[in-house]
Every structure is written in C-alpha cells, then in structure tokens.
C-alpha cells in the first residue's frame, strides 16, 4: 500500500495465464480463465463467494495442486516464471482449517519445523520461532501440548509456523476466520509487520474485508463461475458504487454493507410452544478431560423455549468446552446440567447419559470443526444420517435444509472435499435435519459469504421463533445482533450472562 513496501530480491512474482483447475471427481471447474499477474511484493486480498475457488487458487500457487489424479489443470501459474513445484519454500500457506495443519506435538516445535526443512541455521530458527510466536500473540512456553490448543489457538499456531518461514510469498486463507476480536487486529498488525520486514508478496483470502482493506495494495474477486469480477485498489473496488453494487449480488461482504436477512428478530413474537424451560444448569464445570482442570466454573444457566443464547469469549475461554458440555456430549466436570421433562421426554434428566438416537431430536450440537462431524461418503448420506438413527424419515425438511443453505448441487460429493464454508454449512445442517429442540452451534457463521451468511441468520431466526432454543458459540457480532437474546460471556474461568 505504502511505497515503504519496496519489494525485497525475495519476493514473488506471480502469473497466471488461463489458469483453471478442476477437482477430481467434479464436473465444475474450481477456478478457470485467471489472468493475473502480481508483482513482487504486492499486497493482494483474493475475495468471492463461498465455493468460487480462492483456496483453489491458494493450493495452486503454494504447489499443492498437480498431479494428474488429483484434477485437472487448464493453463498456466508460474511463480517468478517458474512452475510453483519447483519455487517449493518460496511460499508459505497458512491453510484454512488450521487443525489439518498443526502436526508436531509441541509449539515450538510446530513453528520450528518448517524452518527446519529449509535448513536455516539452528540458532536463527529458535530466535524466529520466538518472534513469530510473540508476534501472533501466543505466548505459551515451547513445551506446551498442541493437542490442548482451542481452534483460536491452533489458528495463531499455524500462522506463526508460517511466518517463521519467512516466506517470499504469504499465502493466508481465512487467518481470523476463528479468532476474538482483539486477536483478529493482533494477527493482521504481525502479518503487516513481517511483511514490513521481508517484503514479500501477500495473497490473503477472507470474507470480511473490513479487516484487510487498509493494509492491501489490491483486491481482486472471483467470480464463482470462472473469471475475475473486479480487480483493483481497494478504495475502488471496495467503495465504487457500481463495484459495490456488483460485489453485493455475488455474495461479497463489502463493508458498511449488511445482507437483508429474513424472518422476524426472536423474542418479538410468541412461539408456539410458549417459553418454557429446556435446560437448566447449576454450578455447572466443564473441562476438556475428566481429570482436566476445569475451564469454566460455577455456570448457572436456564435455556428456554425460542431463545437465542450467544457465548462470547477470548480465545481459549473455554466456549467450546462449554458447548459440548451443554451440548450433552461432554459428562459435566462439577454441578448439574438438567433437561426439564419439556425437552427430556421419556428420556431421563441428564442429557450425557441419553444414548446418540436420544439426543439428536432434542440436542443438536455442530462443532468448531465440521470435519469432526463427517461419517458418510456422500453430502446426500450426512444429511440423512441423523434422520436416520433418529428414526424419523424426513426428506423434506432435509430437502429443503439443503436447498436453502445452498447444498443441493454438491449432494453427491464427499463432505471432506468440500470448500471451508460449504463443510460449515453442511455440519450446519445435518444438525437441522433431526429437527432437535435445542440447538449448540460452535461458530456457526465461519466462513460464510454475505449470501450464505444471510440464509443462515434467517434459518436460525425461524428456529428460534419455532420455539427451537439455539446457543451458539460466536465472534460474529453482527450475528449476535441479528439473533439477539441473551449473551453468556466467558473468560478467566467464569461466564458472566449480559442481557441485551
Ligand atoms: N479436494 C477437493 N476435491 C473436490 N472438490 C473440491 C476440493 N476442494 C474444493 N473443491 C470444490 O471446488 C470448489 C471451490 O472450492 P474452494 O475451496 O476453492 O472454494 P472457496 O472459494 O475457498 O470457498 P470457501 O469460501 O467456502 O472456503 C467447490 O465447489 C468445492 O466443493
Ligand atoms: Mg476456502
């Protein structure tokens, strides 16, 4: 953005000339007819809507894509003229599901390995791995597990391994997708400031722009059908109203710009099955492991009929043990979580002991990670999976679950190849498919273009106004405020409920 951001000797320059891929086993091509050329050193933001091809893009130009079994490649992509195979070190890709990327069993090791691999001298490793954790803000000693990182956490990890590196070219897909808020601004300024200090090229791929628009030289958006949309400086593609207006209608988040979302904001109605009490929990524990520390202590909570509940909470707060505890999968560490006889049914009190058939038609849980959710070969077979078990023969309501959050043309595809968003919105809705009374939604917005994000919102806002009561673990302020209700806001130990 800044002529400060000369280029270094080690920065990348990228071309590509009617470069297309298609995924094995997809008749659609991922991302076809790209022209581009990005000079060394440029700061690019890569956006478009869920399922147009930027991690595609990304995996090109980090090398990742190629052999033959794998798809099928249209064009050419050269990094500085060369095939990106051969430029391997050159780039270095923060994955968008961090999880998949976290290998080794210790931090410091995880950031060191990679700079291990491109023999760089021993002593500089250790002063890198030093700084690119301090710099992604994870101060953790180099000992600690990295089985016991939150996904935030995992997120941060991934980064620092990657920039520890010290790339020519950045390639980040989605880096704050799972971070809090102030760890949205901490991860941006290290990146800015690595660029600052290597000069490398950036290709960055996030939904929410906002975060980005100030530190990138260039936007480029894919067009979900192949192509570029626009491409530019930021304050024009992001600010021209004919840009803005075309971006909108693709599914891009422009900022100052909000999706219309449908249906009614919850509580300004009755539903149907009046208010009453689900769940309840007193001086509720949860921990990770039955011997674990806790990580949240003392909850008490009443979850009703048609109320939405947002948890909110830094990094490795706990939410997501809280979820899966509330959830009824994880056995409470101290106190009681009690299902009243409106949720429990014939089934007893304590949700943890009601077997899988149970709980899917009164609880459905959706973790942080989709992927953790995945049993089936097929879209088609996880959206029927729940019904299944659950006894309760569906298909319309899977039908339509799948038409709305816009899965109806990958049905036939395996979950795990999904793209990030499109695996979010399937875990979303397999969960919706059982029709459970409460919903535990671990980030459900992740990922998601303004399109999808909007269908969703509305989805869940029917939910709720049903009577269904749906928590959901969130960063997504924007998400809360469509929802509203109340919040449960989790950090040191303890949840604090904020009416709002
Ligand atoms: N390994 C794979 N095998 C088969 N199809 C794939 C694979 N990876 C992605 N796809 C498909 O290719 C298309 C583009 O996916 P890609 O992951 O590049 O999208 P994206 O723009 O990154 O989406 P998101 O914003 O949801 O992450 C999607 O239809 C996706 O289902
Ligand atoms: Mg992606």
């Known amino acids: 953005m800044t002529p400060a951001n000369a280029p270094s000797p080690g920065a990348v320059h990228i071309r590509t000339r009617g470069w297309g891929w298609r995924h094995a086993g997809r008749r659609a091509f991922a991302a076809r007819h790209l022209d581009l050329e990005i000079q060394p050193g440029e700061r690019v933001l890569l956006l478009g809507a869920s399922g147009a091809g930027k991690s595609t893009v990304l995996h090109g130009l980090a090398g990742l894509l190629g052999s033959q079994d794998e798809g099928e490649q249209e064009g050419e992509l050269l990094l500085d003229g060369a095939h990106p195979a051969a430029a391997r070190g050159r780039a270095g890709l923060v994955l968008q599901d961090p999880e998949t990327q976290v290998v080794l069993a210790r931090v410091g090791d995880e950031v060191a390995f990679?700079?291990?691999?491109l023999a760089v001298p021993r002593e500089e490793i250790w002063r890198r791995v030093g700084r690119a954790l301090d710099d992604v803000g994870l101060g953790l000693p180099l000992d600690h597990p990295t089985t016991a990182l939150s996904g935030g956490q995992k997120q941060r990890l991934a980064l620092a391994a990657v920039l520890a590196m010290e790339p020519g070219l950045l390639l980040l897909d989605e880096p704050t997708a799972n971070l809090d808020p102030d760890g949205v601004l901490e991860v941006?300024?290290?990146v800015v400031r690595v660029l600052e200090r290597t000069g490398a090229t950036l290709v960055v791929v996030e939904h929410r722009v906002a975060v980005w628009a100030d530190v990138v030289d260039r936007v480029i958006v894919l067009d979900a059908t192949g192509g570029v949309l626009a491409d530019g400086p930021p304050a024009t593609v992001l600010v021209q109203e004919g840009t803005r207006t075309r971006l909108a209608a693709a599914g891009v988040w422009v900022p100052g710009w909000q999706p219309a979302v449908g249906g009614t904001m919850p509580g300004s109605s009755g539903s149907g099955y009046g208010d009453g009490v689900l769940l309840s929990a007193h001086g509720l524990g949860v921990a990770r492991t039955r011997r674990g520390p806790a990580a949240v202590e003392d909850l008490d909570l009443t979850v009703r009929a048609g109320e939405a509940l947002g948890i909110t909470g830094p990094n490795g707060a706990g939410k997501s043990t809280a979820a899966l505890t509330l959830g009824g999968l994880l056995r409470p560490r101290a106190g009681r979580l009690d299902a009243s006889p409106l949720l429990a049914g014939t089934a007893g009190s304590d949700p943890f002991r009601w077997r899988s058939a149970q709980l899917v038609r009164r609880i459905g849980t959706v973790f942080q990670e989709p992927e953790h959710q995945f049993l089936t070969a097929t879209v088609a077979d996880e959206l029927a999976f729940g019904p299944r078990q659950a006894g309760t023969a569906e298909a319309t309501r899977t039908?339509?679950?799948?038409?709305?959050?816009r899965l109806t043309h990958l049905l036939q595809a395996n979950p795990f190849t999904l793209s990030g968003g499109e695996k979010r919105r399937l875990s979303v809705a397999t969960m919706l498919a059982t029709a459970p009374r409460v919903l535990?939604?671990?980030e459900p917005t992740f990922g998601?273009?303004?399109?999808?994000?909007a269908e969703l919102v509305t989805l869940l806002r029917e939910l709720v106004d049903d009577g269904v009561a749906v928590l959901s673990v969130t960063h997504d302020a924007e998400f809360i405020?469509?929802?509203?209700?109340?919040?449960l806001h989790i950090s040191g130990g303890a949840g604090r409920l904020v009416s709002r």
């Open 114 to 117: 990679a700079a291990e691999n």
């Open 188 to 190: 941006r300024d290290a």
């Open 399 to 405: 039908a339509s679950v799948a038409e709305r959050l």
């Open 440 to 442: 535990v939604l671990d």
């Open 448 to 453: 998601q273009d303004a399109g999808t994000w």
């Open 481 to 487: 405020a469509a929802l509203g209700g109340t919040t």
